[in-house]
């Protein structure tokens, strides 16, 4: 049964006590690494300027491993030269059938940890017939056409903000121009967010296509929504896995996702630690 608002809360600070408890101390960042980002693991570990430490996810309140093809069930530790940064090495989707509520557990556990920043990771379609496979895109902006929202049901307990959560700027624009400025060029990107777990006709992608989406996926906006109620700074990152339905010859799988993931290991590892490292550098420059 889904949770209440004031029980998912609650269930979020027993998660931070617990995680406090294990790594001892409060974090900065939470990473959220999606279909395609798992393989960054050993890069950004080996970047990590202090002990890594890491705690199964189902040692955690209102954690259970992903069931999602290519999502590790790890919470680790790491540190970015002076940046403590949670690293969640997969998520739960809406399409796991545990609700809302634990689409958005780690991001609001997170909060209560201090975080204050999140960079969420995800595989999506591409509807950009230029962007070649294997490319890593910045979201500038969503679409959420899940039919849901963290926000639904009373008020999150004061002092948390009302329901009505302004997502004008969902995606930090600083944290935007950090990432052109360790990688030049990279496209901004319209996510369109679905239920899923089945990919979608390519009559729906055409619907995408004249809505203004770049990309197509089952994850982020949620959690996008619910680190914006909290006040978080969001980054979001998306690694074209492959067209969407209809706009090449080929029929999608989830193993297909999962290979250009694997493939596309070096290079999203490579700029996700440029992308913390820089922010470690430079994170007095960033705006709310
Ligand atoms: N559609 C939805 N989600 C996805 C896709 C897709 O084509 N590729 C990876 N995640």
């Known amino acids: 049964m889904e949770l209440g608002v004031g029980e998912a809360f609650a269930l979020a600070n027993n998660a931070a006590a617990t995680i406090r408890g294990a790594f001892g101390c409060d974090h900065e960042v939470l990473v959220v690494l999606g279909s395609g980002w798992a393989e960054s693991v050993p890069t950004l570990e080996a970047l990590s300027s202090a002990p890594v430490q890491t705690m199964d996810v189902g040692d955690i309140p209102g954690f259970k491993k992903p069931t999602a093809l290519g999502h590790g069930g790890a919470l680790k530790s790491i540190s970015i030269g002076g940046t403590s940064v949670l690293l969640l090495t997969g998520r739960t989707h809406l399409y796991e059938g545990r609700g809302v509520h634990a689409v958005v557990h780690g991001v609001r556990t997170a909060y209560a940890l201090g975080c204050r920043t999140v960079v969420l990771t995800n595989g999506a379609g591409c509807l950009r017939t230029e962007w ?3 490319t890593p895109v910045v979201i500038c902006d969503h679409i959420n056409l899940t039919a849901h929202s963290p926000l639904t049901g009373d008020n999150a307990p004061a002092p948390l903000a009302g329901r009505f959560v302004d997502l004008t700027d969902a995606y930090n624009e600083s944290l935007r121009a950090l990432v052109r400025s360790v990688e030049p060029g990279i496209h901004e990107a319209v996510y369109l967010g679905l239920h899923g777990p089945h990919f979608e006709t390519p009559a729906e992608i055409r619907m995408a296509a004249t809505f203004g989406a770049d990309m197509v996926g089952m994850s982020t906006v949620l959690e ?13 990152l998306s690694l074209a896995t492959n067209l969407a339905s209809g706009l090449s010859g080929n029929k999608l799988s989830g193993e297909e996702v999962i290979q250009v993931g694997k493939d596309s ?5 490579d ?12 994170k007095s420059e960033i705006v709310s």
């Open 265 to 269: 290991s070096e290079k999203v590892g």
């Open 271 to 282: 700029l996700l630690s440029r992308i913390l490292i820089a922010f470690d550098q430079r």
């Open 224 to 236: 996008t929504i619910a680190a914006r109620h909290l006040g978080m700074n969001v980054l979001a």
């Open 132 to 134: 070649p496979v294997g």
